[in-house]
């Protein structure tokens, strides 16, 4: 059972409802709602009062199970202090997982890690190309270190100063990839992925990916367009996210789900966020996660 799994059954268990829980950590609900959704994990002293307070042990809570000892890891990191507001255009080829996030600082860092590629430093590099208004990332391969390798053992992690994130394209083939922490005009990303996570996002967010997508999207405003061929994915959202749906392109279709069942849809029409599929005969199923109630699916109450 996974954290997420035990946090809502321990709470259902003692008759709280998430914003009764949130209240007795001194959180919000929203909080609460990502934990149980897997949208993200809480800080060590929440750990801590859930487990008093639902009396149970740290391991218990965090899955049952003992944490593993710490693998070696072997890694490779690289810093570029930035000085002016750029265009990031970094393409990664393949990789196992990739996270890309901003913060207040005004370095570049790129790390790369991996529990079994002992000669990481050796086998890959990371190329800079400064130019005025953007900044090129290549991530070169050498010493005969192939793309499979890479998929089964190469981490990257990205930090990007948040004061000079104008816009941001990212091409990449990761099982998973995860975008966090980031208020810019545009951000594209490219290639194959299976798994996609996105949260505290500001942005036009385009994805161009034909294969068939997990995406989980928390804490996010501006328009999220996913453009396939043949595909069927799957978009998890709080069930209080405020959107208006657009489907374009050549016979494909959007549907919804609720509590685990095909529902209505819930989209606003008059919802400033965005959630468009393009593209041709593919499918995207939205699902409402948590406890909020979609908007549009909600009782009506009489006056």
Same mark, same amino acid.
């Given at each position: 059972?996974?954290?997420?799994?035990?946090?809502?059954?321990?709470?259902?268990?003692?008759?709280?409802?998430?914003?009764?829980?949130?209240?007795?950590?001194?959180?919000?609900?929203?909080?609460?709602?990502?934990?149980?959704?897997?949208?993200?994990?809480?800080?060590?002293?929440?750990?801590?009062?859930?487990a008093?307070?639902?009396?149970?042990?740290?391991?218990?809570?965090?899955?049952?199970?003992?944490?593993?000892?710490?693998?070696?890891?072997?890694?490779?990191?690289?810093e570029?202090?930035?000085?002016?507001?750029k265009?990031?255009?970094?393409?990664?080829?393949?990789?196992?997982?990739? +996270? %890309?996030?901003? !913060?207040?600082?005004?370095?570049? $860092?790129? &790390?790369?890690?991996?529990? @079994? #590629?002992?000669?990481?430093?050796?086998?890959c590099?990371?190329?800079?190309?400064?130019?005025?208004?953007?900044?090129?990332?290549?991530?070169?391969?050498?010493?005969?270190?192939?793309?499979?390798?890479?998929?089964?053992?190469?981490?990257?992690?990205?930090?990007?100063?948040?004061?000079?994130?104008?816009?941001?394209?990212?091409?990449?083939?990761?099982?998973?990839?995860?975008?966090?922490?980031?208020?810019?005009?545009?951000?594209?990303?490219?290639?194959?992925?299976?798994?996609l996570?996105?949260?505290?996002?500001?942005?036009?967010?385009?994805?161009?990916?034909?294969?068939?997508?997990?995406?989980?999207?928390?804490?996010?405003?501006?328009?999220?367009?996913l453009?396939?061929?043949?595909?069927?994915?799957?978009? +998890? %959202?709080?069930? !209080?996210?405020?959107?208006?749906? $657009?489907? &374009?392109?050549?016979a494909? @279709? #959007?549907?919804?789900?609720?509590?685990?069942k095909?529902?209505?849809?819930?989209?606003?029409?008059?919802?400033?966020?965005?959630?468009?599929?393009?593209?041709?005969?593919?499918?995207?199923?939205?699902?409402?996660?948590?406890?909020?109630?979609?908007?549009?699916?909600?009782?009506?109450?009489?006056?």
């Amino acid at each position: 059972m996974t954290f997420a799994e035990k946090l809502t059954s321990l709470r259902k268990a003692r008759g709280l409802s998430q914003e009764r829980l949130a209240q007795r950590l001194g959180v919000s609900r929203q909080a609460v709602t990502k934990w149980e959704c897997g949208f993200g994990e809480p800080e060590l002293e929440n750990v801590r009062a859930l487990a008093t307070l639902f009396a149970v042990s740290y391991d218990e809570l965090l899955g049952g199970e003992s944490p593993a000892p710490r693998q070696k890891e072997y890694e490779s990191i690289t810093e570029y202090d930035v000085d002016s507001s750029k265009h990031f255009d970094i393409h990664l080829g393949g990789a196992r997982r990739v +996270s %890309v996030r901003a !913060d207040e600082g005004e370095k570049l $860092r790129v &790390r790369l890690s991996s529990p @079994s #590629i002992s000669s990481l430093q050796n086998n890959c590099k990371v190329k800079l190309d400064d130019i005025k208004g953007r900044m090129d990332i290549d991530l070169l391969r050498q010493n005969g270190m192939t793309e499979t390798e890479a998929k089964s053992a190469l981490d990257i992690d990205i930090i990007m100063p948040q004061k000079y994130l104008a816009r941001l394209e990212l091409a990449v083939h990761a099982g998973e990839v995860a975008l966090a922490s980031m208020d810019c005009a545009w951000i594209e990303l490219d290639g194959r992925i299976a798994e996609l996570r996105v949260e505290n996002v500001r942005a036009r967010l385009e994805i161009q990916c034909n294969l068939d997508m997990q995406i989980a999207l928390a804490d996010f405003s501006g328009s999220f367009e996913l453009n396939q061929l043949f595909a069927t994915s799957c978009l +998890s %959202v709080p069930g !209080d996210f405020c959107f208006r749906e $657009r489907c &374009r392109g050549i016979a494909n @279709s #959007i549907t919804y789900h609720s509590g685990g069942k095909p529902c209505e849809p819930f989209a606003i029409p008059t919802a400033e966020n965005i959630v468009e599929l393009n593209g041709m005969k593919s499918e995207l199923v939205i699902r409402a996660e948590g406890e909020g109630v979609p908007l549009s699916t909600a009782p009506k109450q009489t006056v």
